[in-house]
Nanobody
Framework: QVQLVESGGGLVQAGDSLRLSCAAS????????MGWFRQAPGKEREFVAS????????YYADSVKGRFTISRDNAKNTVYLQMNSLKPEDMAVYFC????????????????????WGQGTQVTVSS
């Protein structure tokens, strides 16, 4: 089992940048494919980005492509989400997620792919 703790959220202005971090417990972090999701008030949780175990496969939602970058440091048990050119519509609680199970290009964006979730970190973007 892995525990995930997000950090790095905050209040920024439109156009600013933030880097979210997700620290994972345990010694087998490299065995987990990782994802970032977000949930705005009154909306369903939606996929943002995902990275495979060896970082060879990376996927983004169309809404963040070109602005956000997901990366991982297996030596530090951490996955990152660099968010640039933030927009008011990016405002949400951002969740880190992990899976030990089957992971492929057909399921990386599905919430049910991921077995473990963090508590989330709030990102607020003012216009």
């Amino acid at each position: 089992q892995v525990q995930l703790v997000e950090s790095g959220g905050g209040l920024v202005q439109a156009g600013d940048s933030l880097r979210l971090s997700c620290a994972a417990s345990g010694r087998t972090f490299s065995s987990y494919a990782m994802g970032w999701f977000r949930q705005a008030p009154g909306k369903e949780r939606e996929f943002v980005a995902s990275i495979s175990r060896n970082a060879m496969n990376i996927y983004y939602a169309d809404s963040v492509k070109g602005r956000f970058t997901i990366s991982r440091d297996n030596a530090k048990n951490t996955v990152y989400l660099q968010m640039n050119s933030l927009k008011p519509e990016d405002m949400a609680v951002y969740f880190c997620a992990a899976t030990l199970g089957y992971y492929s290009s057909s399921i990386y964006s599905k919430r049910e792919t991921y077995n473990y979730w963090g508590q989330g970190t709030q990102v607020t973007v003012s216009s």
